[in-house]
T-cell receptor, first 118, second 116 residues
Framework: DTEVTQTPKHLVMGMTNKKSLKCEQH?????MYWYKQKAKKPPELMFV???????INESVPSRFSPECPNSSLLNLHLHALQPEDSALYLC?????????????????FGPGTRLTVL | AQKITQTQPGMFVQEKEAVTLDCTYD???????LFWYKQPSSGEMIFLIY??????QNATEGRYSLNFQKARKSANLVISASQLGDSAMYFC?????????????FGQGTRLTINP
């Protein structure tokens, strides 16, 4: 099973709203990722969590706030976003850092959340 | 830093034909991994195939195979007997960094269209 789930599937929010994106995996992976993807571009890395600790922050504006409450769950809290933040937000988990050793460092992605900021 | 180059922005192929998507990479590391992902219009990034730099055989997964030429630094994806459902964006990627600070470097992608 290589399933990563993301909710919601679609989100429309105003610039003054606060919302959260949720990502979940039950594969025992201990590294989880947030990516932002604009149309016709490759995904851009935002954050990496390794063993529930933030290991990479790619200079993302503070209006994006990640949280990893446990090894299966990753949240992205959104506040005071701009219209240019409208994009597909992808979550991924990586198989090498896992409770069961092995893997090829493959990242498995969720279906994404399409975010529109009005 | 690693770099991935996909030189074909778009490709059009007849159904049932084989198709090769190009990917070249640049790295100074001896140990590295290369990945191909498929992204349909729905948005999900689907992992297709992996090739490790020390793997002696080219990777294969069903209709997907990876033509790995280490000296040329190329890792082309070959899809045999293409199907309409293969129409999607395809990304080649390489891992960069180690342990908890590892990330993927993506190419710009190739949009593949399969014509009936």
């Amino acid at each position: 099973d290589t399933e990563v789930t993301q909710t919601p599937k679609h989100l429309v929010m105003g610039m003054t709203n606060k919302k959260s994106l949720k990502c979940e995996q039950h594969m025992g992976h201990r590294a989880m990722y947030w990516y932002k993807q604009k149309a016709k571009k490759p995904p851009e890395l935002m954050f990496v969590y390794s063993y529930e600790k933030l290991s990479i922050n790619e200079s993302v504006p503070s209006r994006f706030s990640p949280e990893c409450p446990n090894s299966s769950l990753l949240n992205l809290h959104l506040h005071a976003l701009q219209p240019e933040d409208s994009a597909l937000y992808l979550c991924a988990s990586r198989d090498r850092l896992a409770r069961i050793p092995g893997g090829t460092d493959t990242q498995y992605f969720g279906p994404g959340t399409r975010l529109t900021v009005l | 830093a690693q770099k991935i180059t996909q030189t074909q922005p778009g490709m059009f192929v007849q159904e049932k034909e084989a198709v090769t998507l190009d990917c070249t990479y640049d790295t100074s590391d001896q140990s590295y991994g290369l990945f191909w992902y498929k992204q349909p219009s729905s948005g999900e990034m689907i992992f297709l195939i992996y090739q490790g730099s020390y793997d002696e055989q080219n990777a294969t997964e069903g209709r997907y195979s990876l033509n790995f030429q280490k000296a040329r630094k190329s890792a082309n994806l070959v899809i045999s007997a293409s199907q309409l459902g293969d129409s999607a964006m395809y990304f080649c990627a390489m891992r960069e960094g180690y342990q908890g600070a590892q990330k993927l470097v993506f190419g710009q992608g190739t949009r593949l269209t399969i014509n009936p």
